[in-house]
T-cell receptor, first 111, second 114 residues
């Protein structure tokens, strides 16, 4: 299975702190995409990182990819209460396979 | 910014009834998808669609499910005879290309089967 899992399952931090969420996978990937989901809402695309990339940034978001460890991390710096959401990594395997989502990390940022 | 739109946002239906969920993908996108998320569980792939045909489907996408692109803008998911376990959030998604492209999701359609 290409499914990997995020950890931690839940994370609670104070506003202003950094939040790090990790994602692991089992088989080779083309890319890995991070999404955010507010409770009961749609999936908002954050960052796509390809297998030949090691790091990407978007505003306060930083994603790293370590293909040797089959893992990725999402770092949110200077978190805000509005960052409270679930964060998912979704793996696109080789061979044009569909995105496979993990269980996600529920992030709570306390003001 | 272009977005994937879905209707209805919420539908309640009787078990055994047919349901059609509608989606308008982003206009220049060529690849379309349906995913679902049962409450509290993972987002699961159902089906992908390209060039007017299904390119891939999961085990969930059995004979009760069908997809259609009836015109140049809509993409629909039909559940022929709903079951209680079909209750979930259904997400439509689209991408400009296939592998390696960002997949954009809609806000979802909550389906409650009673």
């Amino acid at each position: 299975s290409q499914q990997g899992e995020e950890d931690p399952q839940a994370l609670s931090i104070q506003e202003g702190e950094n939040a790090t969420m990790n994602c692991s996978y089992k088989t080779s990937i083309n890319n890995l995409q991070w999404y955010r989901q507010n409770s009961g809402r749609g999936l908002v695309h954050l960052i796509l990182i390809r297998s030949n990339e090691r790091e990407k940034h978007s505003g306060r978001l930083r994603v790293t990819l370590d293909t040797s460890k089959k893992s990725s991390s999402l770092l949110i710096t200077a978190s805000r209460a509005a960052d409270t959401a679930s964060y998912f990594c979704a793996k696109e395997g080789t061979g044009n396979t569909p995105l496979v989502f993990g269980k996600g990390t529920r992030l709570s940022v306390i003001a | 910014e272009p977005e994937v739109t879905q209707t209805p946002s919420h539908q309640v239906t009787q078990m055994g009834q047919e349901v059609i969920l509608r989606c308008v993908p982003i206009s220049n996108h060529l690849y379309f998808y349906w995913y679902r998320q049962i409450l509290g569980q993972k987002v699961e792939f159902l089906v992908s669609f390209y060039n007017n045909e299904i390119s891939e489907k999961s085990e969930i996408f059995d004979d009760q499910f069908s997809v259609e692109r009836p015109d140049g803008s809509n993409f629909t998911l039909k559940i022929r005879s709903t079951k209680l376990e079909d209750s979930a959030m259904y997400f439509c998604a689209s991408s400009v290309g296939g592998a390696g492209n960002t997949i954009y999701f809609g806000e979802g359609s909550w389906l409650t089967v009673v």
